[in-house]
């Protein structure tokens, strides 16, 4: 079946600096990539999603390529700011059998960004 | 941006003892769904649910597990009996059309009810 990989978590970073969360998936399928954020208090939420390989997604700075040969759906961020602070998931939904709203989650990488 | 309401945030039961969830998704959505997520793992698809009717569920989605939307009220999820496995986080989402990725639709999720099963 599918599965979705990503950075291990806690991750605690100092403001200013850069942040990389490595996403790897495996699936059969032709899938669409999502990156969701949840902060403290909220349930996931949507920061970007990228249907095509080889194509970026970006929102509030944050930007991810859908790399197919590589497998991979890196999220990075130049510069990170306190209110960045959230848990993120990386996600796959299946093109094919893709109408069900049957997101594949990876574990989720706790960020804390620190002043 | 919408909001998807759970209630409660925390529930406590006994084992054997049955629970209902309560989700109230967006106003103008069709589509809902229920995900769980045991602590420290993914979180996984348990079922969705449109026209008053389960569309797709998964494994985990057991017998004891039934989802209802009465009258276009809250979408709720029913444990009967509940299993001491069945404590989780269980998010509620919804979305204006399949949230498959071929329509590309966005699904907006609830904050969560965690549910301990003593």
């Known amino acids: 079946g599918d599965s979705v990989t990503q950075t291990e978590g806690p991750v605690t970073l100092s403001e200013g600096t850069s942040l990389t969360v490595n996403c790897s998936y495996e699936?059969?399928?032709?899938?669409?990539l999502f990156w969701y954020v949840q902060y403290p208090g909220e349930g996931p939420q949507l920061l970007f999603k990228v249907p095509k390989a080889n194509e970026k997604g970006s929102n509030r700075g944050f930007e991810a390529t859908y790399n197919k040969e590589a497998t991979s759906f890196h999220l990075q961020k130049a510069s990170v700011q306190e209110s960045d602070s959230a848990v993120y998931y990386c996600a796959l939904g299946d093109r094919t059998g893709g109408l069900s709203g049957k997101l594949t989650f990876g574990e989720g990488t706790q960020v804390t960004v620190i002043s | 941006g919408p909001k998807v309401l759970q209630i409660p945030s925390h529930q406590i039961i006994d084992m054997g003892q049955m629970v209902t969830l309560n989700c109230d998704p967006v106003s103008n959505h069709l589509y809902f769904y229920w995900y769980k997520q045991i602590l420290g793992q993914q979180m996984e698809f348990l079922v969705n649910?449109?026209?008053?009717?389960?569309?797709?569920k998964s494994k985990l989605f057991k017998d004891q597990f039934s989802v209802e939307r009465p009258d276009g009220s809250y979408f709720t999820l029913k444990i009967q009996p509940t299993a001491l496995e069945d404590s989780a986080v269980y998010f509620c989402?919804?979305?204006?059309?399949?949230?498959?990725?071929?329509?590309?639709?966005?699904?907006?999720f609830g904050a969560g009810t965690r549910l301990s099963v003593l």
């Open positions: 699936t059969k399928q032709y899938p669409t």
């Open positions: 989402a919804s979305s204006s059309d399949w949230g498959g990725a071929r329509r590309q639709n966005t699904l907006y």
């Open positions: 649910f449109y026209n008053g009717k389960v569309m797709e």
